[in-house]
């Protein structure tokens, strides 16, 4: 490997080291594969700019170019493409509007942030620009020792918004990538004057043993480093340790920044029986209860979040629900116990809290307009013990028809949709509610149309709540409570509907005495839409998960006479699914839905689940392609090898006696030598002659002495090939001696040598060579062919005219 070819791959190890103290930043870390890829691609790219006669401040500017587009193909690929492969006009919009959410979810969110696209972008771009100016400053203009200012700025960044969430070791593994950046500048400017000497044992007088003084030194800088602060307990701050956040206290307004849909989408596909909260409930429906965490009222066409700026301290009683008329509504209380698997959650209670007792209220803050309560701390929520007091409203479904439309502000608010919505969605929903006269009517319709047997729950779809999810789900008719949830939500506020998206849990499995267990398996997410003087009301839109609330049946007293069952005519006439009553019933399966009018989506899903959609079969083929595409080298150059050593001469009648050898046997065992050679690391000189050849093989390699005796005896033949009278060569098999030569230049060559040599070998690139080779002879031979057929059929028509030329005009 060339010294320029090891820059290249430490600056990149640098910068890959480095952007590791921006994992904390996010809830996930799969984000980081797409920037390492990023800083891959950033270091090819000038790898192969560099070997161009550009100029060298072209090459920064190609990589930014590079880097442009992999941020368009990776974060706006949605958009128009030309040839279905590079991204059109309209991406530049889209990778702004990621952008632009991404600035908004950085003023919103607090450490660590959920796995926006946005937020992603940023991370991504900004490592890839980190990458970009480190390849350029210690690769393209070798300046090594500058480099560590970027790599310093992206650390010093990452661990300061990390906080307490940030550790030695992203400093530990950011420094060894810079030290190792250096340690190859510096032997890259011992080796310009000349051969790099290793030292002694005994002696440190060679220019060696400063260079191993200087890489001692570099090491035991970084453990004093490392290790200075466990003696100095007292500097908590600084690059190494940010300090405690202030945010965090009870003064502060900071709360965790969980993405409650991301994580209930993790959870949902990976259910697990593991109890997360145990509770009491004194109501005579708290087997039909659900425990809301939080709500989700602003839709920007990505997907659903919080929409309030600021959040307050816990005050002793929340005040009045919105929209909620009647303030004489009954109580409920409950009890709740948080088991130690819980550690990232909002507060689950009844819907409308009214009040909670918690052991450290400081903990937690609240949002006003949601009532969600929020934790200041990741594990705030583990283990805790609290009550709660919520208001016990009951809309039947006559109440609700008759209520009447919602403020203004109300429905400015929560009917606000993107501007790009996709117009299916708006379709679909005037059509699901043709026949329902109000907004009662219409919002049963949705949940009936959703509970139908058109649609089918199933965890193994992609998640997501934004536009080009909705549609999707819309027209594969299949997902989990996320998809159902904000697609009913969506299309409600294109009905002119104040809707939300509410997350939480399903009621709890009863344990006897009040007693409900909640586990993994019962998280959840359902639309909330707003009716005057009712307030925040939950419908079901789920099949076979959850309870239906038993305000949507339909109430024999309906004083606008609606439908009883009100959907266009091309959709399901499926009554909506309802709770049995039947003592056959298991407890469970009532609360679940799944008595009566049981659907067996979730039966269903299992089916077909084994089946390879394309795009995995896609992705597998692109896979396959590119590893046959990478063993093309080693597979060639054994076919060759074995080729070439496949017959190490002719032996005598008798068996005894020398062996002949024609010119080409000799001649493919020294090619094999000299490619060996070369794959090893010594690179082929074709002025020497093969003597000198061989001699410059065994003194570079320092070959032992039966190695050694087998290239000579290689080059001697070879040189009475060349130079002698042409006929049969007579002498020793070759293949043997070629196997020596070989075995004694790996045993002399590093295992990283080695692992090339059989993996990429230099000497494959004769292949390349061949290639292009008979491409040219193919395009020569095809252009003279094509003239050959141009004369043939064009010839005569020049000749005649020629004739009547000369004709005419007989002095020319």
């Given at each position: 490997m060339t010294t320029r070819a090891k820059l290249t791959v430490y600056s990149a190890l640098a910068t890959a080291l480095a952007s590791l103290c921006l994992t904390p930043l996010l809830t996930t870390k799969s984000w980081i594969t797409h920037a390492f890829l990023v800083i891959a691609v950033i270091a090819a790219a000038g790898a192969g700019l560099r070997r161009t006669p550009l100029y060298r401040w072209t090459v920064p500017i190609g990589q930014l170019l590079v880097l442009f587009l992999m941020l368009l193909i990776g974060f706006a690929g949605s958009g128009s493409t030309w040839g279905g492969l590079v991204p059109g006009p309209d991406s530049l919009h889209a990778l702004d509007k990621v952008l632009s959410s991404g600035l908004d979810d950085i003023q919103q969110y607090a450490i660590p942030a959920p796995p926006n696209a946005g937020l992603r972008l940023i991370l991504v771009a900004s490592v890839g620009l980190v990458a970009l100016v480190v390849d350029t400053v210690a690769v393209t203009y070798r300046r090594s020792a500058l480099a560590g200012l970027p790599l310093l700025a992206l650390y010093s960044v990452g661990n300061g918004l990390a906080g307490e969430r940030g550790s030695w070791i992203w400093f530990g593994l950011a420094s060894a990538g810079y030290l190792v950046l250096l340690f190859a500048e510096g032997q890259d400017r011992v080796s310009r004057w000349g051969r790099v000497f290793r030292g002694t044992s005994r002696g440190t007088e060679s220019t060696g043993a400063v260079g191993l003084g200087g890489q001692q030194v570099g090491i035991l800088a970084l453990a004093v480093a490392l290790l200075l602060p466990v003696f100095l307990p007292h500097w908590d701050s600084g690059l190494l340790h940010s300090g405690p956040s202030g945010s965090a206290g009870k003064g502060g307004g900071a709360v965790t920044s969980l993405d409650p849909l991301v994580s209930l989408q993790a959870e949902i596909t990976k259910p697990t029986d593991t109890e997360l909260l145990r509770y009491t409930l004194d109501s005579d429906i708290a087997d039909q209860t659900y425990l809301r965490t939080g709500s989700l009222d602003q839709f920007d066409g990505t997907n659903w979040k919080l929409g309030s700026p600021t959040v307050s301290d816990l005050p002793s009683t929340f005040p009045s629900p919105e929209g909620l008329r009647d303030a004489n509504v009954p109580q409920l209380k409950g009890d709740f116990t948080v088991s130690d698997r819980l550690e990232k959650s909002w507060l689950p209670m009844p819907y409308p809290i009214q009040s909670v007792q918690l052991p450290n209220r400081g903990d937690w803050k609240l949002d006003p307009l949601t009532r969600t309560v929020m934790p200041t701390s990741d594990k705030a929520i583990k283990g805790l013990h609290y009550q709660a007091t919520a208001l016990d409203v009951r809309p039947t479904a006559n109440d609700l028809r008759t209520a009447p439309q919602a403020p203004q502000d109300i429905r400015d608010r929560y009917t606000a949709l993107p501007a790009d919505l996709p117009p299916v969605v708006a379709d679909k929903a005037r059509s699901v509610t043709a026949k329902a006269s109000t907004d009662y009517d219409k919002a049963v319709a949705l949940a009936a149309w959703f509970?139908?047997?058109?649609?089918?729950?199933?965890?193994?779809?992609?998640?997501?709540?934004?536009?080009?999810?909705?549609?999707?789900?819309?027209?594969?008719?299949?997902?989990?409570?996320?998809?159902?949830?904000?697609?009913?939500?969506?299309?409600?506020?294109?009905?002119?509907?104040?809707?939300?998206?509410?997350?939480?849990?399903?009621?709890?499995?009863?344990?006897?005495?009040?007693?409900?267990?909640?586990?993994?398996?019962?998280?959840?997410?359902?639309?909330?839409?707003?009716?005057?003087?009712?307030?925040?009301?939950?419908?079901?839109?789920?099949?076979?998960?959850?309870?239906?609330?038993?305000?949507?049946?339909?109430?024999?007293?309906?004083?606008?006479?609606?439908?009883?069952?009100?959907?266009?005519?091309?959709?399901?006439?499926?009554?909506?699914?309802?709770?049995?009553?039947?003592?056959?019933?298991?407890?469970?399966?009532?609360?679940?839905?799944?008595?009566?009018?049981?659907?067996?989506?979730?039966?269903?899903?299992?089916?077909?689940?084994?089946?390879?959609?394309?795009?995995?079969?896609?992705?597998?083929?692109?896979?396959?392609?590119?590893?046959?595409?990478?063993?093309?080298?080693?597979?060639?150059?054994?076919?060759?090898?074995?080729?070439?050593?496949?017959?190490?001469?002719?032996?005598?009648?008798?068996?005894?006696?020398?062996?002949?050898?024609?010119?080409?046997?000799?001649?493919?065992?020294?090619?094999?030598?000299?490619?060996?050679?070369?794959?090893?690391?010594?690179?082929?000189?074709?002025?020497?002659?093969?003597?000198?050849?061989?001699?410059?093989?065994?003194?570079?390699?320092?070959?032992?002495?039966?190695?050694?005796?087998?290239?000579?005896?290689?080059?001697?033949?070879?040189?009475?090939?060349?130079?002698?009278?042409?006929?049969?060569?007579?002498?020793?098999?070759?293949?043997?001696?070629?196997?020596?030569?070989?075995?004694?230049?790996?045993?002399?060559?590093?295992?990283?040598?080695?692992?090339?040599?059989?993996?990429?070998?230099?000497?494959?690139?004769?292949?390349?060579?061949?290639?292009?080779?008979?491409?040219?002879?193919?395009?020569?031979?095809?252009?003279?062919?094509?003239?050959?057929?141009?004369?043939?059929?064009?010839?005569?028509?020049?000749?005649?005219?020629?004739?009547?030329?000369?004709?005419?005009?007989?002095?020319?």
């Open positions: 509970n139908g047997p058109d649609f089918k729950y199933d965890t193994s779809v992609t998640g997501g709540t934004g536009n080009n999810a909705i549609v999707s789900f819309l027209n594969e008719r299949r997902g989990f409570c996320v998809h159902f949830a904000s697609t009913m939500a969506a299309m409600a506020r294109t009905l002119k509907i104040p809707a939300r998206v509410a997350v939480g849990f399903t009621p709890g499995d009863a344990q006897g005495g009040s007693v409900y267990s909640v586990t993994g398996r019962m998280y959840h997410a359902w639309p909330e839409l707003y009716f005057a003087g009712y307030g925040w009301t939950r419908f079901e839109p789920t099949p076979s998960r959850g309870v239906q609330p038993r305000y949507t049946e339909q109430a024999s007293t309906a004083t606008t006479a609606p439908t009883q069952q009100p959907t266009a005519a091309a959709q399901s006439d499926a009554p909506v699914p309802l709770p049995s009553t039947s003592k056959d019933c298991d407890p469970k399966l009532r609360r679940m839905g799944e008595c009566g009018g049981k659907n067996t989506a979730a039966g269903d899903t299992g089916q077909d689940s084994w089946l390879l959609s394309g795009q995995v079969l896609g992705t597998l083929a692109v896979v396959v392609a590119l590893i046959a595409l990478l063993l093309v080298p080693m597979l060639w150059r054994t076919a060759l090898r074995r080729r070439r050593l496949g017959g190490g001469g002719r032996r005598r009648p008798g068996g005894a006696g020398p062996a002949e050898l024609t010119d080409a046997q000799v001649l493919a065992a020294w090619d094999e030598l000299i490619d060996s050679a070369w794959d090893l690391g010594i690179p082929p000189d074709e002025s020497r002659t093969p003597r000198s050849a061989a001699r410059r093989i065994t003194e570079t390699a320092e070959l032992d002495e039966n190695a050694a005796a087998a290239a000579g005896r290689l080059a001697l033949a070879t040189e009475r090939v060349l130079y002698a009278p042409s006929g049969r060569v007579t002498g020793a098999p070759l293949a043997a001696d070629v196997r020596t030569a070989r075995a004694g230049l790996r045993a002399t060559a590093s295992r990283g040598d080695r692992t090339r040599a059989v993996l990429l070998p230099p000497s494959s690139a004769q292949l390349w060579w061949r290639i292009s080779d008979a491409v040219l002879t193919a395009r020569t031979a095809v252009g003279t062919q094509g003239r050959r057929m141009s004369d043939a059929v064009t010839g005569p028509v020049r000749r005649v005219f020629t004739r009547r030329k000369r004709t005419q005009d007989p002095e020319s």
